[in-house]
């Protein structure tokens, strides 16, 4: 990513990477997520002939093969693990931890074809997202590469008058919108492009509307400003951009996260993270700092009641000398 910055408020939100700078990507974006798209479209088939419960069974082969071949994710795993369950993770820990992603990534099938009858879906803090309903204005919803965004925006589609809007780099959107299509070409996500030009203008204007962003900000596309948190009792960065922009929106920032809790149940979560409608422009650094650190703390609090529901298979601890910390 170039490390030109524009000094604008829309450098809250970055551009996607020019390809000569990709030797500066986020360690992330260089794994290949292997047989993704072919495993898909036989889940695709195989899930909606077959029916959850017996379609599931073929889970259990695809994670034992990566269970046994993926050695560069196995040792960032077992990193994870060992901080999340505070001891050596087993084996059964790992199989578990991968087993509850592919679960996850399966029951978008469902979900996406709007068989949430088929799920148990608890929600803790629809009074949070019902008092910022009432303001008339929307609100970023924060969360993270953990459970099932998914089973979140099901949740949003059943609740009067809360329709999740999701904001994510291109090349995400690209690849989101062909999962969508290959699960239900009836499908239309509503998406805004991080990265072009009048991506901040589209945001504020969803969120005048009382329409929620909702975005994923743990991971970042390599050389943009961090902020340096404990997770999990070691050091770790963040990216500021996500908050920063809600800072200069001046809106809520609610947290939300879908976790796979076994069986057919999901439990997700909404929890009040920062409020900066009020927020004089010279507080606003503080605030953001803030709310970050409220953000890492969420994320720690899930981690440790749901361990096998992280899906940062990479070294999200590894510092990065090309980020600049703000």
Known sequence: M?????????AAISRDPAPAAAANDAEWLTRR?????????????????LGRPLSRAALYPIVLYFFLFAPDSR??????????????PTARDRFRHLLCFATAIHDRVFLINDREDLFDISVDGADVIAAQLGTGKGAFLVGSHMGSFEVVNTVGKRHPGLHIVMAMYERNARKIGATLAAINPAAKPDII?????????????????????????????????MQDVMLLGEPAR??????????????????MLGLYRGGNRYHVVFAPVADFSN???????????????????????????????????YDFWAARSTAPRT
């Open 279 to 313: 927020v004089p422009a010279g507080a606003r650094a503080a605030a953001v700092h803030a709310a970050i650190d409220r953000y890492a703390a969420l994320i720690e609090r899930y981690c440790r009641s749901d361990p096998h529901n992280w899906f940062n298979f």
């Open 75 to 88: 040792h960032w795993e077992q990193r994870y693990l060992r901080l999340a369950l505070g001891r050596e």
């Open 238 to 255: 963040l990216p500021t951009g996500p908050m920063r922009t809600a800072a200069v929106l001046g809106c809520a920032v609610i947290f």
């Open 33 to 49: 997520e292997r047989g993704s798209s072919g495993l898909l479209r036989l889940m695709v088939r195989v899930s909606l002939g």
């Open 193 to 225: 492009a991080l990265g072009r030009l009048d991506a901040m203008l589209q945001i504020a204007e969803r969120l005048d509307g009382g329409s929620c962003v909702g975005v994923l900000a743990d991971r970042t596309l390599g050389a943009e400003p």
């Open 2 to 10: 170039s490390t030109d910055r524009d000094p604008t408020p829309h």
